[in-house]
């Protein structure tokens, strides 16, 4: 069966640190991937997805980038944090070939901005 | 994507069957509709997701109406566990867009 796995589970940052967060998904060949974060109390926002190697999609301009270096592996970076950048961030996973197949969530990073 | 309403929290008996509805009244023809729910502190967990028929999983059911205006999930034997914020979402593009939800408490 396919598994997602989200590293670090919780994550305390100063302001104006890099971050990178690594997303990898196991089970399966060729995935779309997906980058969310989800704001305290308020719904998810799609950051960035990918349909392949290389290939990235940005969904919102902000201080996050995102690569694919193999098939199954994704991560989150940024330069230099902002308080702003705080959040929970979550990483999904779906089939290829139909939009209709359901997105399969990790069970996130707790990144706090101090 | 279509906007969908739930109602903002629920309360449910435990062992009893939880009915969870969702109104889509703007959804169109190739839209699906989608149920996630998350436990505090984890990430959305995906229940069941059908575009016009009725579903059924080892987790739940997804009654759609005719009109596929509105939806209804449900937990046929709520337990404990099952307490969480049930997310309604019809999309058809990749973005899943999580609104308020509906926050189920199972009580003993």
């Known amino acids: 069966s396919q598994t997602i796995h989200q590293w670090p589970a919780t994550l305390v940052q100063p302001v104006g640190s890099p971050l990178s967060l690594e997303c990898t998904v196991e089970?399966?060949?060729?995935?779309?991937l997906y980058w969310y974060r989800q704001a305290a109390g308020r719904g998810l926002q799609l950051l960035f997805y990918s349909v392949g190697i290389g290939q990235i999609s940005s969904e919102v301009p902000q201080n996050l980038s995102a690569s694919r270096p193999q098939d199954r592996q994704f991560i989150l970076s940024s330069k230099k944090l902002l308080l702003s950048d705080s959040g929970f961030y979550l990483c999904?996973?779906?089939?290829?070939?139909?939009?209709?197949?359901?997105?399969?969530f990790g069970d996130g990073t707790r990144l706090s901005i101090l | 994507d279509a906007k969908t309403t739930q109602p903002t929290s629920m309360d449910c008996a435990e062992g009893r069957a939880a009915n969870l509805p969702c109104n889509h009244s703007t959804i169109s023809g190739n839209e699906y509709v989608y149920w996630y729910r998350q436990i505090h502190s984890q990430g959305p967990q995906y229940i069941i997701h059908g575009l016009k028929n009725n579903e059924t999983n080892e987790m739940a059911s997804l009654i759609i109406t005719e009109d596929r205006k509105s939806s209804t999930l449900i937990l046929p034997h709520a337990t404990l566990r099952d307490t969480a914020v049930y997310y309604c979402i019809v999309r058809v593009l990749d973005d899943m867009r999580f609104g308020a939800g509906t926050r189920l408490t199972v009580k003993p």
């Open positions: 999904a996973w779906s089939a290829s070939g139909t939009a209709y197949r359901p997105q399969h």
């Open positions: 089970g399966t060949s060729n995935p779309n």
